[in-house]
């Protein structure tokens, strides 16, 4: 997994690059915990490169979200597959933040 980001003025943008296993969720918790030391009012998560969420990838999302929404900060995700975007939609998960294939 590779994991970057930049910020252009009030909006960060957040790259995520191949398979998130569960290898790899402590360093996703640890750079979005990072991430929430920034200031920004909207993050974009890019997820184009990542062929597969897990459970527990989806329990960090939320619970950045949960982290953002306290702080009045808007969060989407772009880029997901068919099957990611048919994931977030079963969970619901669109109906908190924007998902868009």
Known sequence: MEFSYHQTGEVVQ????GEVGQENIPELMKQM?????K???EVV???TEVPGI????IGK???FYKNTAARGIRMRINGVNKGIYGYFQTLRINELFP???
């Open 54 to 57: 897990t459970s527990a990838m």
């Open 39 to 41: 200031d920004f009012r």
């Open 99 to 101: 998902v868009e294939p």
């Open 61 to 63: 999302f939320l619970m």
């Open 14 to 17: 957040v790259k995520i690059c």
């Open 45 to 47: 998560f890019d997820l």
């Open 33 to 37: 915990r990072l991430l929430l030391t």
